[in-house]
DNA sequence: TCGTGATGGTAAAAGGTTTTATCAGATTCT
DNA sequence: AGAATCTGATAAAACCTTTTACCATCACGA
């Protein structure tokens, strides 16, 4: 009993098994050139007995295209970046595309070393994701040789990038509230040096109009709480909705608000931001909130570069994509 | 002004332009074969002038070795998918290995379809991780021609696997429940179903002796939640202490222990499991729990991947990693 | 009969690197 | 002096694929 050759197979061995020379294998498996139907046919069935599947590596070399691409992301994987990656993954797979993924904790050594050892691979593009939109990459991306998206991150001028309309978010949560009939909406959110919180900030109080008020805190629930003793300690007119930075500063302000006996929604509404489920879906009542469509971010940056690895041209510029608003009972139904 | 050339810097540029030839450049930046040492760091030196850096593809070509591996996982990219990404990583990077990082969303057709594409790619190794141990992989591992090593997933006999050690952690917990003098301690956990739980469970009851009680049900705080109502709407004695299946189900457990009436820790202490931060930092009291070192599961496996990736033996069988105990503040001190 | 055009196939080059075998020259040994 | 050894460098093969340019063969019309 001879033990069985283990190397993988060849293309040598597809043009032996099927008696045709090395280019007409070639030709015959990717339709190219021109081959006789029957030999074709023969060619492609052998191939597929003898469980052939070309060399990547080979033909990446060949055809300078290495259908890989980096994703290059700024934390170690927090909720942001994964749904994100999820989304560019789905749409890409199909296409043949893979994906290397690079956690850079934001430091510049780590994120040189990958990105060296994404070009020297020959990445068709790089994805650069990062957890929130005002930091430069830990790395410079301009002037490389591969095409560069961004995502949740915005570029330098006439670059590629995809972020959520945070304007649009923050209407559609007060939008929300006022056709509820809430009148004095308050907005508890996080920290001023966020550029999202700014514009979310921004939007807010142009909806609202006057008796905006805005506090500004740390993304926690924390300061949720807090933020709900201040307000309720005071005299005064007492707002009927809140509008939150995000959920965990929503289950801070909806504890805290049972803690005192204000009923949520009847006496106060509260909506949040991100539609994280393991806290919007577990609030008692369950969070409204606004939700920032990470997949489809992913998805439409993995279309992008998709296009930008064929050679085709995208558009420059911020693509900022609507937010969704995600229904549940922390605002009371509709029909009060 | 002529354009210059825009195209990567080969192996050939570098022999041209320190007057050698390729295999003597090739040599002197490998140290491979013998090289004069004046020829030598001129080479080096001409390479790191001109900028250049060899090609991967070539070079994985010639020497059957990829430096990248393929990360299956079975879920969108869950909390504890992540952190073992991250740790799988971080021991690779510096070693000059990359990820590819392929969700399969536990559907069989994409997990063939990307297991495909990472053998079509050459790598050098699959990591396979999971969100139970117990669900087998949506799509033959065995009889590949590259390594496997599973990660909180168990393989086939024979295989190479890490997962945390379920007995261990659920006695931590109890143990430490015990050395601060509770004496009822009630375990509120998951599903039967789930090897996690069972082992979990086992370990409880054989560490509590008599008057262990186990209560089964789902994942959820909702679940905890009316686990606590139960309990303390009958009769007869209550527990003093209570160890829950995870984070999510002791924040339901807390919070309806707060409802009640019940002080945590004083009347009630609580353990989790998962140190899940959002949940475990954020719950009133803060919560202890186990840790299942996600990060360092990960390692290992990358560290194990490695090795077989160099030819290197490893021995089979399932490595079960400690946990670790996370003291907060819902037990009360250590030395009340 | 000869040129023309289509058809089906092949040899060889190319892609960028590593490695093996070989070679020329200098040095040492007998 | 001649042989043996050592040193430093090189040509060429190899990895596996795609693609270009070319070569037979055959049919057809002039």
């Not at 691979?121 to 430069?136: E, K, N, S, Y």
């Not at 509820?180 to 508890?188: A, D, F, M, Q, T």
């Not at 393991?278 to 369950?286: C, D, F, G, L, M």
Request: one cysteine or more.
């Amino acid at each position: 009993m001879t033990d069985r050759d283990t190397r993988r197979r060849t293309i040598h061995d597809v043009a032996k098994a099927a008696r045709v020379s090395i280019s007409t294998a070639s030709n015959a498996l990717n339709g190219t050139g021109r081959t006789n139907v029957e030999t074709r046919e023969r060619v492609k069935r052998v191939a597929k007995d003898i469980g052939f599947r070309p060399n990547a590596l080979a033909r990446s070399l060949l055809t300078k295209r290495s259908h890989a691409i980096g994703m290059l992301t700024n934390d170690t994987y927090g909720r942001l970046t994964l749904p994100m990656a999820a989304g560019v993954s789905e749409v890409l797979v199909d296409q043949g595309l893979s994906v290397f993924l690079c956690a850079t904790n934001n430091d510049p050594r780590l994120a040189r070393l990958h990105l060296e050892a994404l070009l020297d691979r020959q990445v068709d593009g790089i994805i650069f994701t990062a957890t929130r939109l005002d930091l430069p990459p830990p790395v410079e991306l301009t002037k490389l040789p591969v095409p560069v998206v961004y995502v949740f991150a915005e570029g330098p001028p006439d670059s590629i990038s995809f972020v959520p309309d945070d304007i649009h978010g923050a209407r559609l949560a007060v939008e929300h509230l006022k056709s509820l009939s809430r009148s004095r909406i308050l907005h508890v959110t996080g920290p001023h040096d966020y550029l999202a919180v700014r514009r979310r900030a921004e939007a807010y109080r142009e909806s609202v109009g006057s008796g905006a008020e805005i506090l500004y805190g740390d993304w926690s629930e924390e300061w949720g709480h807090s933020a709900i003793d201040e307000v309720f300690a005071r005299k005064g007119p007492r707002p009927d909705a809140i509008f939150c930075g995000n959920d965990e500063i929503a289950r801070g302000v909806i504890e805290a608000l049972r803690d005192i006996g204000v009923r949520v929604p009847e006496d106060v509404a509260v909506v949040g931001f991100d539609n994280w489920e393991v806290i919007s879906k577990q609030t008692r009542p369950p969070l409204t909130t606004i939700d920032m469509q990470l997949k489809e971010l992913g998805h439409q940056a993995g279309l992008a570069i998709l296009e930008l690895a064929k050679g085709e041209e995208v558009a420059p510029g911020t693509n900022r994509l609507p937010c969704s608003l995600v229904v549940r009972q922390s605002c009371g139904s509709m029909t009060r």
